[in-house]
């Protein structure tokens, strides 16, 4: 038998598990993820369900020490906010600001910057729902045993809650009991080219308990969950940046720079607190000087920009035009009863509000008519989801 052979023989195994990972690397997609994969067992997967009829049992578990509620307490979910596709890769991070009061450097850059509506979608905390799933769609599906879904609530937490309380006030149907609990039934619908939608949420019967061997499969959910970003953590991966250790220029940091916007984003690197002498629009520091969104000034407008001092008439327009547009601080509602641009996103009447856009609109008329008063004190104007 040949050298190689042997050497192959010798690492064939090997080889096979490396395979084996880089296989799995590639179907998990390139977003950034909330859990620690390594504190799920071996054995128990993701549940992403397709378009369709499924039923399943909500499994409940006892909470670990990472809970932010405390240790061994019954929950049948977790509910929490995070931000996904943070950054340049597309990172993900549970939300401090919701979820322990801490400043949160993605809710203070939503706060301080007027965005274009999509992207602030994309980025904003949104309402999650993270549960074990019994999934009884198909024999294999129940075969596999637990399984955890990660969900929008607006898709099912928040239907749940809706058809859980029993009425005149009778209390809640304990739907998670995994003895006389309910199957849970639901339907995933298309709704237009590219969209889906959760629907015909009900409970069914369960013709036994649920057996034992499932309920051997039960660990503290929360350990599996990234529950503590730091600030500096957050704010790295928002701004796409990688700390420098040193003045000398070396290769990987002038790749780095390469690869930055023109405009930084994150708390260091707020707006000069002028505005365009030819638009009106705020302007921000670049690496070759300041200029506008619109690309005025450019590398011909060196700071400071106190030469510019005959936009101040438009800096004024802009200050006063939000406040005539939106009166929101005076006291303008929705059809909800919320003052529209201040409260947006904060009630669950929120998700899928009609007057939404209008809400968005005004939201960033304000943030541009308060945003020079904000960059007098970089530690406020932070927004906290409740």
């Not at 965005?115 to 129940?142: G, T």
Request: charge should be negative.
């Amino acid at each position: 038998m040949s050298k190689f052979r042997d050497k192959m023989k010798q690492q064939k195994e090997d080889l096979a598990k490396r395979h084996e990972r880089t296989a799995g690397a590639k179907n998990q997609g390139r977003w950034g993820t909330i859990f620690i994969k390594e504190q799920i067992p071996e054995g128990i997967g993701m549940w992403v369900p397709d378009v369709g009829e499924h039923s399943i049992d909500a499994i409940p578990f006892f909470s670990g020490p990472d809970h932010p509620e405390g240790e061994n307490k019954l929950f049948w979910y977790i509910f929490l906010q995070d931000h996904t596709r943070i950054g340049p890769l597309d990172d993900a991070f549970v939300c401090p600001a919701f979820t322990f009061r801490k400043p949160c450097p993605v809710e203070e850059y939503l706060a301080r910057n007027r965005l274009p509506k999509e992207e602030w979608s994309i980025i904003k905390a949104k309402d999650r729902d993270i549960l074990f799933v019994w999934v009884h769609d198909n024999v294999e599906e129940e075969n596999k045993g637990i399984q955890i879904w990660y969900c929008p609530d607006f898709f099912f937490g928040s239907k749940i809650d809706k058809i859980s309380k029993r009425p005149k006030g009778g209390g809640i149907i304990p739907f998670w009991d995994v003895d006389e609990g309910k199957i849970i039934c639901f339907s995933i619908e298309k709704k237009g080219k590219d969209n889906i939608e959760y629907v015909g949420h009900r409970f069914i019967d369960r013709e036994q308990p649920i057996p034992d061997n499932i309920i051997e499969q039960i660990f503290p959910l929360d350990r599996a969950i990234k529950w503590n970003p730091s600030y500096e953590e957050i704010d790295k991966a928002l701004k796409g940046q990688v700390k420098k250790t040193s003045q000398t220029p070396t290769e990987e940091s002038t790749l780095e720079e390469q690869k930055k916007p023109d405009i930084e984003y994150g708390p260091d690197t707020t707006g000069t607190g002028t505005f365009c002498s030819s638009c009106g629009k705020p302007q921000f520091k670049t690496p070759s000087g300041v200029t506008c969104e619109n690309g005025h000034g450019g590398s011909d407008a060196k700071e400071p920009v106190k030469e510019k001092k005959a936009s101040e008439p438009k800096k004024e327009e802009k200050k006063t035009e939000p406040k005539k547009e939106s009166q929101s601080s005076d006291g303008t509602k929705c059809n909800k009863g919320f003052t529209l641009g201040v409260e947006i996103d904060k009630h669950p009447e929120c998700r899928g509000c009609e007057q939404w856009d209008d809400c968005f609109d005004v939201m960033q008329l304000l943030q541009e008519g308060s945003k020079p008063a904000k960059e007098e004190s970089k530690a406020g104007g932070r927004l906290l989801r409740r």
